[in-house]
């Protein structure tokens, strides 16, 4: 089990710089190929009357407006490349690049089907229509092929992953987000875990099921410790105290479940993925 395809979404962000030094450390340190995906959006100034005919001439049509009739998006996929170029080199790298035009959801939900892993900022865009309540990186993870590592917006140093968090529900997504981190997890210096499990498994109480989990991870040599040593008395349910053990325990790296459901929930049940996504100072990584 080991990372071996990166791909990493590069725009125009605060955070790029970041994105790209943690895809480097990953890269060096499991000798992963890195692709860098830059995703042009879809021209609202195209002329979609003028398009008519059959749906290949179309496609066709908006991609020579995208690639040929745009030179400020061309001028701003050029800077991107050469900014990748720049960072890579100073870590000895190469990377391959792909540039497409269309929906940012879309393209990196197909994509992420032939990779390891995929990069990207909490603060991607969300195309139009789209996550309108869901904010779009726990949108993408949802959807994705593989795991999703989120930078967090604020983030202002690099992170190498040597203490990582794992945020334990017993839920589907929260196993798969620990299976996906494991390579991850069995590079680090120090695992630990938070119970925020609500109530007993239909096979284990919350206390065996904790139990079984720490099995797993030393089956794979994770040495890992627990966070609420009371766990089976009182689980940790609040995104408060999650960041307050962050910041305490200096971890580096949030395990999670991406939790996915219809935009109208969201609405009215804030999930727990949605709120730490947006107040976390450190990367999430997130499995569905």
């Not at 929906?103 to 994509?111: A, F, Q, V």
């Not at 910041?247 to 709120?275: I, M, P, W």
């Not at 100072?281 to 997130?286: A, E, K, T």
Request: proline letters at 4%; a negative charge; one cysteine or more.
């Amino acid at each position: 089990m080991s990372i071996k395809s990166i791909l990493v979404h590069l725009d125009d962000r605060d955070t790029s710089e970041i994105i790209l030094d943690t895809a480097a450390h990953l890269a060096s340190h499991f000798d992963a190929r890195i692709t860098v995906l830059i995703v042009n959006p879809i021209n609202d100034n195209v002329d979609l009357p003028t398009l008519a005919g059959p749906a290949e001439l179309v496609s066709a049509a908006i991609a020579i407006n995208l690639s040929e009739n745009n030179p400020q998006q061309k001028r701003e996929s050029d800077h991107l490349k050469e900014f990748a170029a720049r960072v890579f080199r100073a870590h000895s790298l190469d990377f391959n690049l792909d540039i497409l035009d269309g929906e940012t959801k879309r393209i990196l939900s197909e994509k992420s089907h032939f990779h390891d892993l995929l990069i990207l900022s909490s603060d991607i865009e969300a195309d139009k229509g789209v996550g309108r309540f869901s904010i779009p990186s726990n949108e993408i993870a949802v959807s994705a092929g593989c795991p999703v590592l989120v930078i967090p917006e604020l983030a202002n140093r690099q992170f190498h992953f040597e203490h990582p968090l794992i945020v334990w529900n017993s839920t589907q997504e929260c196993a798969r987000a620990v299976s996906d981190a494991m390579p991850i997890l069995a590079s680090s210096s120090q695992v630990s875990v938070i119970d925020t499990q609500k109530r007993n498994s239909t096979l284990f109480s919350r206390r065996e099921n904790l139990d079984e989990l720490f099995n797993y991870l030393a089956l794979h040599e994770v040495d890992a410790e627990a966070i609420n040593s009371k766990i089976a008395a009182k689980p940790i349910d609040t995104n408060d105290k999650i960041n307050q053990v962050v910041k305490k325990k200096r971890n580096d790296l949030l395990v999670l479940g991406a939790y996915g459901h219809s935009q109208l929930r969201e609405l009215f049940f804030n999930s727990q993925t949605r709120s730490l996504l947006q107040s976390i100072q450190v990367p999430v990584l997130l499995a569905h």
